[in-house]
């Protein structure tokens, strides 16, 4: 039996990383900080990085976050991206392949992100606060 990679620079079990969403208690989750953490810190690439982000992205929305895209000209900063499909595995699917299409690069800040439906339309997340 093999055991499950680990991060790096902690010592956190695959499994257990993933499973640790609280961070969409209070704040939005960009793929621009799963996809980096699962190449550099787990060490992943090819299909296993495709499986990190993929169960990644499954948690995050087993936890209630939904595909969000910032908009500066929205009347909230946050526009939910109905792209995607609407069940868990064709959004993550969908946001692999996308990511697949993209080049398999990094995101960066202005890509997607991952939020719940009361941070993303709290009032502090409004233009202009």
């Not at 209070?26 to 621009?32: K, S, T």
């Not at 980096?36 to 090819?46: A, I, M, Q, Y």
């Not at 890509?111 to 997340?125: D, K, S």
């Amino acid at each position: 039996m093999t055991e499950e990679p680990r991060h790096r620079s902690f010592g956190t079990p695959m499994s257990e990383w993933i499973a640790s969403v609280g961070e969409l208690e209070v704040d939005a989750v960009g793929l621009w900080q799963i996809i980096p953490v699962g190449r550099e810190w787990f060490g992943l690439e090819g299909e296993a990085l495709d499986d990190f982000i993929r169960r990644s992205l499954l948690a995050h929305f087993a936890y209630g976050a939904f595909p969000v895209r910032h908009e500066a000209a929205a009347r909230t900063a946050w526009t939910i991206q109905t792209c995607y499909g609407t069940l868990p595995e064709e959004m993550a699917q969908a946001i692999i392949t996308e990511w697949n299409d993209q080049g398999r690069v990094d995101p960066d800040l202005g890509g997607l992100w991952l939020a719940r439906p009361e941070i993303a339309n709290h009032p502090r997340n409004r233009p202009g606060k």
